[in-house]
């Protein structure tokens, strides 16, 4: 009785001293209670710690791995911290025989500590590797009964090849596993997880039964292989580009653009160089084609701008292209396109060079947009001279002498043709003006001049000096031709013709004269003005006694019958 008393004794306290190598973090649990470990927080805290545990410095012995500082041993003999003997599984430091069914556990055996948290439920922990396991189960549970026993894994750093295992002690039973375990036999359940990120979490739910009362305690083992000891930066830099400038300009106009390199990348672009391929339409004051500019070196999340000047020296679409290029980065390139546009307005107009006066002269107006922008808003403006009238104007509103057409817009390559009739009685040339202008201030006039004519009136008298007269007595004949009306006449034409009592004897005039028997005739005089006055002077002597009738004859270009006055001269 004493004996099997002493077994119970003993079994109690190394239960207690090895229930999970327990024991709270510090970073997530105070001295009344333990909460659920940190991972994150953990993780951040103990990377100093870790660096150092898990150095690339492992001996391989037997297929197992032993921290060179010797944190982490399993299977064979490697240095430990002071205290633990880890050859000799049965001669633990925390107690004076082995753990029963444990065999050589992965770590230091450290004092027993538990802690009630907040929620009355045991939580235990233990690590190893670069792996830590917590575990929560209840206070108590009753003979007969089922309970439930979380286990969490936690990774502490990236590691491969966790296996952790639970030995059951006599008097528990395993009822289920979630997720399924791999049973040994019946006091015996691995887990093994192929691979686990840093501070990646996996949680198995027991549900054991307790067959017997006392302290009943469950051991656990884990191992793991840390990875990742030592590792490359691998970085490349990814250029891009972008180039902005004026939507819109017009020819001899600056052309500025903002070239901006970007490297998107994880390491610098070395020997960046941009080269700018000048279109046709744009000039550079170095007059070259090509344009090459090096940038250098481009940090990583950064950038480089550079501004470039042209010339817009001929009308179209200017697409600018660039090229990137780095010894060390695939090249890109961008381009910018701007439009050299040109606002123009063209208006012409035609009418008659000369009309009668009295009658309508028809002028024609044409308006066309020839250049690349729309023009909006167009007046076409026609002020007629104040010496005409408008007679008709279609579609405009006409005030006084002056004809308004208005269009909402003129697109390019669009026109408008109109129309405008005038009417003067006033003879002369006179100049009839258009003008167009627009909202774009692209502005333009024609002009057309027409000659109103006149008609030309002549007037013919003729007058003796002395009547009557004797035979043999003279006298003188004055022939008078007044141009009254408005146009000049051309090739006016006097003739005077004598009947038998009188002969001419001599003549005068403006022009020559020349006397043919009895027919007096003057050279045509060319032209004839308006308001102008041709004189004429005949002499005669008497020849015969009777009743003499001299005739007067005067054509032009505008009579072609002749004026016809006579003049009666009595010879005694």
């Not at 032993?66 to 944190?71: E, F, M, R, T, Y």
């Not at 023009?375 to 408008?390: E, F, G, R």
């Not at 006039?445 to 013919?460: D, K, Q």
């Not at 403006?510 to 308006?530: A, D, E, L, R, Y």
Request: charged share 20%; hydrophobic share 30%; net charge negative.
């Amino acid at each position: 009785m004493k004996k099997q008393n002493g077994i119970i004794a003993t079994m109690m306290v190394l239960c207690s001293a090895v229930f999970l190598w327990a024991g709270c973090s510090s970073q997530c649990c105070n001295d009344n209670y333990c909460d659920t470990p940190c991972c994150e927080s953990y993780c951040s805290t103990q990377e100093a710690e870790l660096e150092d545990t898990f150095a690339c410095d492992f001996a391989f012995d037997d297929n197992t791995i032993v921290a060179a500082n010797g944190s982490c041993a399993m299977g064979s003999c490697a240095p430990t911290p002071e205290g633990c003997n880890p050859c000799n599984p049965c001669k633990n430091p925390c107690g004076s025989s082995c753990l029963p069914g444990c065999g050589p556990c992965p770590r230091p055996c450290v004092p027993l500590d538990r802690g009630c948290n907040k929620d009355g439920v045991n939580s235990s922990y233990i690590d190893n590797c670069g792996v830590r396991v917590t575990t929560k189960q209840p206070q108590l549970c009753m003979q007969g009964d089922n309970y439930v026993m979380d286990v969490e894994v936690q990774a502490l750093r990236d590691v491969c090849e966790v296996e952790i295992t639970a030995m059951l002690p006599e008097g528990v039973s395993l009822v289920r596993s979630e997720p399924a375990g791999v049973i040994s036999n019946d006091h015996q359940i691995s887990w093994k997880i192929d691979g686990m990120k840093r501070c990646e979490c996996n949680t198995t739910r027991l549900t054991l039964r307790a067959d017997r009362e006392g302290n009943l305690c469950v051991c656990f083992c884990v191992t793991a292989v840390p990875v990742n000891f030592c590792s490359v930066l691998c970085a490349k830099p990814v250029l891009t580009c972008d180039k902005c400038g004026p939507c819109e300009v017009s020819p001899g106009c600056p052309v500025w653009y903002t070239i901006t390199v970007c490297n998107q990348g994880s390491c610098a672009a070395e020997d960046v160089v941009v080269t700018d391929h000048v279109p046709a339409e744009l000039e550079h004051s170095s007059g070259q084609r090509t344009l090459t500019f090096k940038l250098g070196t481009i940090p990583a999340c950064s950038s480089k701008k550079l501004n470039v000047c042209f010339t817009a020296c001929k009308r179209g679409k200017a697409c600018n292209n660039i090229t990137v290029t780095a010894c060390n980065a695939y090249p890109t390139s961008c381009q910018a396109c701007t439009n050299i546009v040109e606002c123009m307005c063209n208006v012409t107009k035609k009418g008659p060079k000369e009309v009668p006066v009295g009658k309508n002269a028809t002028y024609e107006i044409v308006v066309t947009n020839p250049g690349d922008k729309t023009l909006t808003n167009v007046n076409v403006c026609d002020c007629a001279p104040s010496v005409t009238s408008i007679v008709e104007a279609k579609g405009a509103q006409v005030q006084g002498n002056q004809a308004v057409w208005r269009f909402k817009e003129l697109k390019p390559g669009e026109k408008q043709v109109l129309y405008l009739t005038l009417y003067s009685c006033t003879p002369g040339y006179y100049v009839n003006r258009v003008n167009v202008n627009n909202c774009e201030s692209c502005c333009c006039c024609a002009e057309e001049g027409t000659r109103w004519i006149g008609s030309p009136a002549l007037n013919v008298q003729i007058v003796d000096t002395e009547d009557p007269i004797c035979v043999g007595d003279t006298t003188t004949y004055h022939v008078r031709v007044v141009n009254q009306g408005t146009e000049e006449d051309k090739n006016v034409s006097v003739v005077l013709r004598f009947p038998r009592e009188v002969m001419p004897t001599s003549v005068t005039g403006p022009v020559k004269g020349n006397i043919s028997g009895q027919t007096v005739t003057f050279s045509p005089v060319s032209v004839f003005g308006p308001r102008q006055t041709l004189e004429f002077r005949v002499d005669a002597v008497g020849r015969e006694s009777g009743d003499a009738r001299i005739k007067v004859e005067v054509s032009s270009d505008s009579m072609r019958t002749p004026i016809v006055q006579e003049e009666s001269t009595i010879v005694n």
